[in-house]
């Protein structure tokens, strides 16, 4: 059962030596190529995705009452393919039924066959961006890297870790004590890993399986049967996942129904219905807060993984490059219609303005420059959809709609700028939606930027400066507030951007989440060790 690990032994040896270092380090290519996929994989993924329309998806084996399933691309695309469905109560004994096989696996085989999966899913990146693409409404370029190469990594992250934490301590020891002139005492030790439990990983729609893997691959890494429940709007790409798993797990002498596919409708949600049952002993979740709060009060029995909202700040105290920080922040709010976790949604100035390579900038300076910047980005109509894609849901829509009503329009469009709305800047409004914001100062800017992560969360911040000694006060202030701070960004690095095996996306420490991918406090809750000793004579 241990012939993927021997297989992949070096790739899982690199992912240890790359989560030490904290550079760089890419496992999966990024770039949709065919000269680093091979010839005719493009063609071949386009292929493979039609002929999933209309269809039904089949995955062997696994538990089916009847069939679900209404996608439609925010393109315009009906779907139609028909997923197999059964009940909470279905789904729970199944995954309940695996679980003994699953946890009396030696982690080498169960390591050994995520990382044979992810070598397998990193082979249909093609196949997986055209589903990501038309679930979510990514642009294509954008939905091959987060749906594939840049989820493999984090789910390649997550094994690694959890193997790390798994084989920190021996299987077994001999203790002995002295006793003076006496025999000492002696016992044989050994301790078992010990999984929590079923697990259940709810989808978001926007990012199914970048936000899905680390959770799934820590919680079977370490044992734990998972059923993952997609967002109704997004199946195709986990669906895709869960029927690679469980061939994979079948040719390794795993259980495939350690892996299950939770499908329901919109309007027949089953969430809650199995967060509840308190067979399951694991939460991931990605989504809103209010589902979150839900979350914490009614599945106590689990433990509960969560990304929920924020409010994302940027700082312009000055500007080193007043037409690069433009250009850099018009880039971020654009990518995908602001429709990341990651977004920079509030910015704020002090009512003085700033100070840049271009001299002094008033805040309607600063505002106008920002504009004009996206003006210039989403000029050509080619280019605009590359960069914003399509808005995901309807509901996002809605909101943008409504902003319009609710402050100054500084900006028109998607991406919409906004001033006098400090209601709405205060909260996550999520989408393609920013504020200006005027502060007193610099000194009650930051603590603006700061306080908003404190008490709403934030998953990224931003800061420009030209006072390095300004600069040096405002890092602690954003690490007390427990977000990660980017300064001065300019070019082809953006704010958005979360790198695997490098960047801990998300801290924990604010309301924007609970959960940091990935660090050991995301895997070693996912299993215990319990010891039994003997005593040798």
């Avoid at 990382?115 to 679930?135: G, K, Y």
């Avoid at 909101?399 to 900006?411: F, I, M, N, S, Y």
């Avoid at 009650?444 to 040096?472: F, H, K, P, V, W």
């Amino acid at each position: 059962m241990t012939e993927f690990f021997d297989r992949h032994i070096g790739l899982l040896d690199a992912a240890q030596a790359a989560l030490g270092a904290r550079g760089y380090w890419a496992p999966f290519q990024e770039i949709p190529s065919e000269k680093l996929y091979g010839e005719g994989s493009r063609a071949a993924g386009q292929a493979a995705f039609d002929a999933l329309l209309g269809q039904r998806f089949e995955l062997d084996g696994h538990p089916e009452s009847y069939r679900l399933g209404a996608e439609e691309s925010p393109y315009g695309l009906a779907l139609d393919i028909c997923y197999p469905a059964a009940s909470p109560t279905d789904l729970i004994t199944a995954a309940q039924a695996a679980a003994p096989a699953l946890a009396a696996a030696s982690p080498a085989a169960r390591v050994g066959a995520l990382i044979e999966a992810l070598v397998r899913l990193n082979a249909q990146s093609f196949l997986i961006a055209h589903a990501t693409q038309h679930t979510t409404g990514q642009a294509f370029a954008m939905a091959f890297q987060a749906g594939g190469p840049h989820a493999q990594d984090r789910a390649l992250e997550a094994v690694a870790l959890a193997w790390q934490e798994m084989k920190r301590y021996p299987q077994s020891a001999i203790w002995e004590k002295p006793q003076g002139k006496a025999a000492p005492l002696r016992l044989e030790k050994h301790w078992a890993l010990v999984p929590a439990g079923v697990a259940l990983s709810i989808g978001c729609n926007t990012f199914p399986t970048w936000n899905s893997y680390p959770g799934l691959f820590a919680s079977l890494a370490t044992g734990n049967p998972v059923i993952i429940k997609p967002h109704p709007r997004a199946i195709l790409p986990l669906a895709l996942t869960v029927a690679t798993l469980r061939q994979v797990f079948v040719e390794a002498g795993l259980p495939a129904d350690a892996i299950l596919l939770a499908v329901d409708a919109p309007e027949g949600e089953i969430t809650q219905t199995l967060a509840t049952n308190p067979a399951i002993r694991l939460i991931d979740y990605t989504g809103g807060k209010a589902f979150g709060d839900w979350l914490r009060e009614n599945a106590r029995h689990a433990r509960l993984f969560t990304e929920e909202a924020g409010v994302n700040t940027v700082t312009l105290l000055g500007a080193p490059d007043f037409k690069g920080m433009c250009d850099n922040l018009a880039f971020s709010l654009a990518l995908y219609s602001g429709q990341m976790c990651t977004s920079p949604q509030t910015l704020i100035i002090p009512q003085g303005g700033l100070e840049s390579d271009q001299g002094h900038k008033s805040p309607e300076d600063v505002a106008k420059g920002i504009a004009d910047a996206l003006d210039r980005l989403l000029a050509d109509p080619a280019r605009a959809s590359a960069v914003t894609g399509a808005i995901a849901n309807p509901a996002t829509r809605a909101r943008l709609e409504q902003a319009c009503k609710q402050g100054r329009v500084l900006r028109d469009g998607t991406p919409l700028m906004l001033s006098d709305a400090d209601d709405l800047s205060a909260q996550e409004y999520f989408g393609p939606v920013s504020f200006i914001v005027q502060t007193p100062d610099a000194a009650s800017a930051i603590a603006r930027a700061t306080g908003l992560a404190r008490e709403q969360g934030a998953i990224t911040a931003a800061l420009y400066d030209t006072d390095e000694d300004r600069i040096a006060r405002a890092i602690p202030e954003f690490a007390r507030a427990g977000v990660n701070l980017s300064i001065n960004l300019t070019g082809n690095i953006f704010v958005n951007q979360s790198a695997a095996f490098s960047d801990f996306h998300v801290t924990g420490a604010n309301p924007a989440g609970n959960a940091c991918l990935t660090d050991p406090a995301f895997v070693t809750p996912r299993f215990t060790r319990a010891m039994w000793r003997r005593q040798i004579s």
